[in-house]
């Protein structure tokens, strides 16, 4: 079974800028930089799961494959991956079930990262096909090999991101996405809810301590046509503070406002590197029985 969100996947074209960028916005500092296969990459971990910022480099099957994605569709969310299970061992009968509920996944595979410095870091992962997941593309990482968490992100000064709150994906097929990620990957669909107002339904998927949320307009009837990425909301403990810190770091802030959730501060990053849409919020959603 999903035990969490592993890591989201963003792909950019100039790394370095990039990672200036994302160290500036969530105030701390990459804790892995290298790469191979053609790609490097920065991972910057939290207590909740990792953001992975991808950039060609050099040649390889996976700097191609990152470039024929970044040619058809530019920078932002490349992918989103799960953590499958509590061990190594879990993610190879869980790779199987997949396929038996017709996601086309891959055989579990260990890829490598080079640090720098030398160090190298390994997981084990399998790929369901895009084509199975409504487009987009889904990754399965097994736990570490040593049983040992990756080392947390450090702070690079006041009020930083604490961790992530949710991951949007918009659909035009409600029915799919609820076979993808309830029927099929198993998560535990917390929250169903229309919204008139905004002519929005909305679903939420636990995954861990994140949430995967699926939107969808009212009303409108189903499509083929492949899900596609949202944004990202980050939890901040301070917004006010927050906000201030990423204003002077010279992103394009909105004022902080209440949220959605009586008592809770929001606010909106106009500019976040690599065009992803970006949100701050002060308190995890409040997500009532399904």
């Known amino acids: 079974m999903i035990s969490g969100l592993d890591h989201v996947a ?71 991956a799960f953590t499958v299970g509590r061990t190594v061992d879990d993610l190879a009968p869980f790779a199987r079930l997949m396929n038996r509920r017709g996601l086309k996944t891959t055989e579990p595979a260990l890829t490598r990262s080079t640090h720098d410095d030398g160090r190298k870091r390994y997981w084990l992962g399998s790929n369901p096909a895009a084509e199975t997941t409504g487009g987009l593309q889904v990754l399965l990482i097994a736990p570490p090999r040593d049983g040992q968490p990756w080392p947390l992100s450090g702070p690079t000064g006041e009020a930083p991101v604490a961790k992530l709150d949710h991951v949007v994906v918009y659909t035009g097929n409600v029915d799919r996405a609820l076979a993808v990620y309830g029927a099929k990957l198993g998560l535990d669909l917390r929250l169903d809810r229309e919204n008139p107002q905004w002519n929005a339904r909305q679903l939420f998927f636990r995954a861990g301590d994140a949430v995967i949320e699926i939107g969808a307009k009212i009303g409108e009837p189903a499509t083929d046509a492949p899900d596609r990425f949202g944004g990202l909301a980050w939890r901040v ?32 990053v106009r500019d976040a590197p690599a065009g992803v849409p970006t949100l701050m919020l002060s308190a995890e959603p409040a997500l009532e029985p399904a």
């Open 10 to 80: 963003l792909a950019v074209r100039d790394l370095d800028a990039a990672v200036a960028g994302y160290t500036r916005l969530l105030g701390v500092a990459p804790n892995w930089l290298g790469g191979d296969g053609g790609a490097r990459h920065a991972w910057f971990q939290f207590p909740n799961m990792a953001l992975d910022v991808i950039s060609p480099h050099g040649e390889g099957a996976f700097g191609d494959r990152m470039r024929a994605h970044l040619d058809a569709h530019g920078e932002g969310i490349w992918a989103v």
């Open 237 to 268: 403990d301070e917004p006010d503070a927050a906000q201030a810190r990423i204003a002077a770091a010279g992103f394009d802030v909105s004022e902080v406002r209440p949220g959605r959730k009586p008592g809770t501060k929001v606010f909106t």
